[in-house]
């Protein structure tokens, strides 16, 4: 089963921040927290990962509280491109870390 | 750089037949891995490789399911006597590890119709 907790859908308005969140109450110490993309037809787009430390780069800035149980992924100036399904999953290292579990994801919708 | 490249992007055949999904992953990824979506599903997880060890296959959902890679690189997953529910899209990813600070990246899949 899927370990985070994530909106079925959200809407956003073209040119501003998308923040989606996910919830992941179980987390353990040794696990990363991973974002994907799905739009239609493709394959899962990663995206963005992290442990402790907020991160960012070229596509999107990732936000984890102190106590690691929930994160924000943050789009700053959505385009009707990044309507998509965002997945949000946890992932452990190692024999255990071979498999990514996907959830429904939180289906993003830009709209003009 | 070249991603992870997957052939056919589309197959259509008979209950039945077997068939061969390839996959190409991203040069120099030690790991491999196929998942497959169901229309309305999620993506579930079916097997993967890492470097020389055992392959993980806990995902496979039968023995008519199964896959193998060649020299560390080019991946195909069989499925021999399809059943109309092995109608999906089979997608594979790479990674240069199974580490956790290290992601995969997927192809853009075969999309699979059994008639």
């Known amino acids: 089963d899927a370990k985070t907790t994530q909106p079925t859908s959200m809407d956003c308005a073209e040119g501003r921040a998308a923040n989606l969140p996910c919830n992941h109450s179980t987390i353990s110490g040794n696990e990363y927290v991973y974002w994907y993309r799905q739009i239609h037809s493709q394959g899962p787009q990663y995206i963005i990962h992290g442990l402790k430390n907020n991160e960012t780069n070229e596509m999107a800035s990732l936000i984890i509280t102190e106590d690691r149980k929930s994160s924000t992924l943050i789009l700053p100036h959505a385009t009707l491109r990044d309507t998509a399904v965002y997945y949000c999953?946890?992932?452990?290292?190692?024999?255990?870390?071979?498999?990514?579990?996907f959830g429904q994801g939180t289906e993003l919708s830009v709209k003009p | 750089g070249a991603g992870v490249s997957q052939s056919p992007s589309n197959k259509v055949t008979e209950k039945g037949k077997d068939v061969e999904l390839r996959c190409d992953p991203i040069s120099g990824h030690t790991a491999l891995y196929w998942y497959r979506q169901s229309l309305g599903q999620g993506l579930e997880f079916l097997i993967y490789?890492?470097?020389?060890?055992?392959?993980?296959k806990s995902g496979l959902p039968s023995d008519r399911f199964s896959a193998e890679r060649t020299g560390g690189s080019v991946s195909t997953l069989t499925i021999q006597r399809t059943q109309q529910e092995d109608s999906a899209v089979y997608l594979c990813?790479?990674?240069?590890?199974?580490?956790?600070?290290?992601?995969?990246?997927f192809g853009d899949g075969t999309r699979l119709s059994i008639l």
């Open positions: 990813a790479s990674s240069s590890g199974t580490g956790g600070n290290q992601p995969q990246h």
């Open positions: 999953i946890v992932r452990a290292g190692g024999r255990q870390g071979g498999k990514l579990i």
């Open positions: 490789f890492q470097g020389n060890s055992a392959p993980d």
